[in-house]
């Protein structure tokens, strides 16, 4: 059992569905949940499940809100090729909680969307006892967004 | 004086053993500190910064 980073196979779908809408203030609540390294989280996850997440003091099942302060951004590389991404505008903080048991992956998911799943990001194991753990989000640039949807 | 919050409560810094760390790869780069009273762990923060994007590649089929 371990977690993989993926874009998650039914978000590419439903992109095609007008499901998830980006927008910085009309569109969807996103939010991060937390896995343990036990956990079977990947591609194929189609929605935020409380299975495997971590749980203990201070950490609230569900994760916190992302914030989305910078809607998605398209640009073109050549006539034929380019690209779309996106990444949340502020770090992702889980404040003042306990989790004595190693996770290494959180969840974005679509509140607004009945907790359909976005994408799994890995990271080494953690565990946090009566502090912080905050998650840097990379630069929002056309090679180093979080999320990258590009023309091959 | 700084105050630590840690399993017992609020904490003086000075009366607490600190201990750091990093990890710095393709993936991440992780910092870490923790604090421990007489052998006991009682607070640790963690700080990961995401290096890595998930990407979608995307392709227009030709029309044969």
Same mark, same amino acid.
């Given at each position: ?29 996103? *939010?991060?949940?937390?896995? %343990? ?15 495997? !997440?971590?749980?203990g003091?201070g950490y ?29 505008? =502020? ?6 909680v306990? %989790? ?15 907790? *359909? $799943? ?11 006892? =009566? ?5 840097? #989000? ?8 979080? %999320? ?5 | 004086? $700084? ?7 609020? #904490?003086?810094?000075? %009366?607490?053993?600190? *201990? !750091? ?6 993936? !991440? ?19 990961? =910064? ?15």
């Amino acid at each position: 059992m371990a977690n993989t980073q993926a874009m998650c196979t039914s978000f590419l779908g439903e992109l095609m569905t007008a499901t998830h809408n980006f927008t910085t203030g009309t569109g969807n609540t996103f *939010k991060a949940a937390l896995y %343990l390294a036990s956990a079977t989280m990947n591609a194929s996850t189609t929605a935020y499940t409380v299975t495997g !997440e971590v749980s203990g003091a201070g950490y609230s099942a569900g994760g916190v809100t992302v914030t989305n302060g910078t809607s998605p951004i398209s640009t073109n590389s050549s006539t034929t090729a380019g690209v779309g991404y996106w990444t949340p505008s =502020a770090s992702i903080t889980y404040t003042g909680v306990t %989790l004595t048991t190693a996770f290494d992956a959180v969840l974005i998911y679509n509140s607004s969307a009945s907790n *359909k $799943a976005v994408s799994v990001h890995t990271f080494g194991s953690q565990t946090i006892t =009566a502090g912080t753990f905050t998650l840097t #989000m990379p630069s929002n640039t056309t090679s180093t967004a979080l %999320l990258r949807l590009a023309t091959v | 004086m $700084a105050l630590i919050t840690t399993t017992k409560g609020e #904490m003086d810094e000075s %009366l607490l053993e600190k *201990k !750091e760390g990093s990890v710095d790869n393709d993936i !991440e780069y992780t910092t870490w500190i923790e604090y421990w009273l007489d052998g006991e762990l009682v607070h640790r923060s963690a700080h990961v =910064a995401l290096k890595q994007s998930v990407t979608l590649s995307a392709e227009a089929a030709s029309l044969a």
